[in-house]
């Protein structure tokens, strides 16, 4: 008899939930948000502003020994498997497999979509700060600005740069040290 591939403790909800979410088909990528399964279904307006950021940060990654990508983050002891638009994370990190967790990552980038940009603009900012990400770039494509996150705390963020107009250069700090062209956002 074959080792199953993956064991779970049956008695551990969470653990239980989030190995059914990376198994399901025909769904294409799903997140779990504070428990509830939310397919993702990104719209092309949006994967282009996604895109345009990523085309913006590729030219630090090599120096940083780092890549962007939107792969799993779980954030262990909640309710939550998150799929962030973009995050930067170091390539050593990435060559697992396996999901990382928020502070691991150096940037995570949500972009809003009409059906779920509260998620972004509530619960992941709250949760990216519990996680200890360190930089939250939110960029609302509803209310046309970005606003930058830093400085996680216990409460939350406690550094905010924003929110600013789209078109409004915005700088990341260290270790990107580079200023965002918001304009074709």
């Known amino acids: 008899m074959n080792a199953p591939s993956h064991v779970y403790a049956p008695d551990d909800p969470e653990?239980?939930?989030k190995y059914a979410v990376q198994r399901i088909r025909g769904f294409g990528r799903v997140q779990v948000?504070?428990?509830l399964i939310e397919p993702l279904s990104p719209s092309?307006?949006?994967e282009r502003t996604a895109a345009k950021l990523r085309q913006q940060l590729t030219p630090v990654l090599p120096?940083?020994?780092c890549m962007a990508g939107s792969g799993d983050l779980d954030l262990a002891g909640s309710p939550n498997w998150f799929v962030p638009d973009l995050?930067?994370?170091p390539r050593e990190l990435a060559k697992d497999g396996g999901a990382l967790v928020p502070?691991?990552?150096?940037l995570i980038v949500e972009v809003t979509s009409t059906s779920n940009g509260d998620t972004d603009r509530i619960v992941k900012r709250r949760r990216y700060a519990e996680y200890g990400a360190p930089l939250y770039l939110l960029v609302d494509r509803q209310q046309r600005t970005c606003t930058l996150?830093?400085?996680p705390g216990d409460f939350g963020y406690t550094r905010v740069n924003?929110?600013?107009p789209f078109g409004t250069p915005l700088p990341l700090p260290a270790p990107f040290d580079l200023e965002l062209d918001t304009s074709e956002f």
């Open 15 to 17: 653990t239980a939930l």
């Open 33 to 35: 948000v504070e428990g």
């Open 44 to 46: 092309w307006d949006h």
């Open 63 to 65: 120096a940083l020994e």
């Open 87 to 89: 995050a930067v994370v």
């Open 103 to 106: 502070d691991q990552t150096l």
């Open 149 to 151: 996150f830093s400085v």
């Open 162 to 164: 924003g929110p600013h």
